[in-house]
């Protein structure tokens, strides 16, 4: 209970004592990612975006692996000279590797040479094909060229969960007394799990770091069995002060740790951990949109931190909750990542709390009859329609604007019509306190139904109802849109308008025609046009039990 508050996160706070850092390897590992090869502009955009982050070391490439990969990692390690973040290049233990690596980082403020070899048998025998006297050779000579740079190295006994943990231990001690910086003990197929990975890091900790105290321990989980974070986040328990990952959890497979869950659990349960880093979390919601924006991998909805769904609330009851305290249901701040607000999704779950809330968003006031009027048929709606937008609240709200007292309602209607077949309409209405039900034919569906409501009222033919104009439009997009049906009656001098909306054209019709009618045959004040044609655009409406905009409480 002790991280029910929310973290500060500022930019000009200070660096905490107990320090975890941050490496990120979006532009690197990231990049492996199937499908996704960013430019040399591509990853000096998203390397800006990173040292707006404030990340503590940007792996930039692998600058063996392609010309342009080169190109890439010496042009983001002149491009953030001045901002004191580390700049990384991949290398793999060989001398070519790492003068590679070198000339491409040389520029940088803060060079980093980050060299790896297998450790685990099963890459040592089928893709290494060396001995494990072979690969402590390796290890230990090329950290020791690596070093002679004058660069920070960084040593990685790659698949080292998979591998014999006493032989993993022999390749650190080798590497640290050439001169490692770092040493990396990566996940890297996602096999381990928090607790096996725990005791392998304590293991080798306790030897090494007696006799290399300056020496930092870093961790690099892949996500292959969902434990990427997990096992991050156990790492920082045991001491661990480097953590890699990527905006976003992108890499190979299954993808690294996500950057953004682990600052996010950092900064949330910071009384646990005791530990802190350096992000501005403010920048998170940017960097995941710039990156999925560059590579083109979308960010599934349900993601943490970063998903559209992150700080959305359906449940009428979770609505409820978050609307009377943010902490009942949000553990963080949406504007702590970056975002503007929470968003209260209106569906058939939601309650009237968050209903009225969103229409004072809006900057509607209703009474309270009148809201439980276009409550019920929000309801009605979003039985109809999964995703209710701004724009459906909108067409909802504009048609309660216009409706006036109903001395006639319709209750169903059926229609047949079709290839071949006779437009036929059955309609059922109340008219006060009784209901009428007629069926016409007509030269359409739309025709039929208008031709029965005008019988069932008893206008027939000879009273001279007369449908002056009629149109039909979609308000909102998509395959559920809602239609808008306008249309203005005449009958004996007067003329009345009338307008529906609904996800069923025909139904959107009905309710435009029944509405003219009660302004025709109903009170004056029923049947004002300035009213209806204003609708809720044109300002408030003074009279009692209309609706008002502009007057939402604060």
């Known amino acids: 209970m002790a991280d029910i508050g929310r973290p500060v996160t500022t930019t000009d706070q200070p660096k905490p004592a107990k320090q975890v850092e941050i490496f990120d390897t979006t532009l690197r590992d990231g990049e492996q990612t199937p499908g996704v090869g960013l430019s040399v502009r591509e990853k000096l955009e998203i390397a800006e975006q990173l040292v707006r982050l404030r990340v503590d070391i940007i792996e930039a490439g692998f600058p063996i692996s392609s010309p342009g990969d080169f190109e890439a990692v010496r042009a983001v390690s002149r491009a953030v000279q001045g901002s004191g973040v580390t700049v990384c290049g991949l290398a793999r233990t060989r001398q070519e590797d790492i003068d590679r690596s070198w000339e491409a980082i040389r520029d940088s403020e803060r060079p980093r040479i980050h060299i790896f070899i297998a450790t685990s048998p099963v890459h040592m025998k089928h893709k290494l094909r060396l001995t494990e006297d072979e690969v402590l050779q390796a290890a230990e000579d090329m950290t020791r060229y690596a070093a002679s740079t004058g660069a920070e190295v960084e040593f990685s006994a790659e698949d080292a969960t998979r591998s014999e943990p006493e032989f993993v231990r022999q390749v650190f001690r080798r590497a640290a007394a050439a001169g490692a910086h770092v040493l990396n003990v990566p996940d890297t197929v996602g096999y381990t799990t928090p607790a096996e990975y725990k005791t392998l890091l304590e293991f080798l900790m306790a030897d090494i770091m007696p006799a290399h105290p300056k020496v930092k321990f870093s961790v690099h989980c892949h996500n292959d069995l969902g434990l990427a974070v997990a096992n991050s986040m156990t790492a920082v328990t045991v001491g661990v002060t480097q953590i890699e990952c990527t905006i976003n959890g992108l890499g190979e497979r299954a993808g690294n740790t996500s950057m953004e869950e682990v600052v996010m659990g950092l900064y949330t349960r910071r009384s646990y951990y005791q530990t802190n880093c350096c992000i501005d979390t403010r920048q998170i919601a940017r960097s995941s949109r710039l990156v999925t924006t560059l590579t083109g991998i979308p960010v599934q909805p349900n993601k943490a931190i970063v998903g559209t769904n992150a700080f959305a609330h359906q449940s009428g009851i ?155 439009k979609a308000v909102t997009s998509g395959e559920d849109a809602l239609g808008e049906a306008t249309l203005r009656l005449e009958m004996g001098g007067r003329t009345a308008l009338g307008r529906g909306v609904s996800t069923d054209v025909i139904e959107a019709s009905a309710l435009a025609y029944v509405k003219a009618l009660n302004r025709l045959l109903g009170s004056a004040e029923s049947s004002r046009p300035t009213a209806a044609e204003g609708g809720a655009s044109g300002g408030a409406v003074s009279d009692a039990g209309r609706l008002e905009r502009g007057t939402a409480p604060e």
């Open 318 to 472: 979770h609505q409820d909750g978050v609307l009377k305290q943010p902490l009942t249901y949000e553990i963080m701040r949406p504007e702590d990542v970056g975002l503007a607000g929470s968003a209260l999704v209106l569906g058939k779950l939601s309650g009237r709390h968050a209903f009225r809330q969103r229409l004072a968003e809006m900057g509607y006031t209703l009474t309270p009859a009148r809201l439980d009027r276009v409550f019920a048929r929000f309801k009605e709606l979003a039985d109809r329609k999964r995703d209710i937008t701004q724009r459906d609240l909108e067409a909802l709200l504009e048609d309660e604007v216009v409706d006036g007292p109903e001395t006639i309602s319709l209750e169903s209607f059926h229609v047949v019509a079709g290839n071949g077949a006779i437009p036929t309409a059955t309609v059922r209405v109340r008219v006060g306190s009784e209901t009428k039900q007629e069926a016409c034919l007509g030269t359409g569906p739309v025709d039929a139904v208008f031709r029965a409501l005008a019988r069932a009222i008893g206008l027939g033919d000879e009273a001279g109802l007369k449908l002056a104009d009629y149109s039909l």
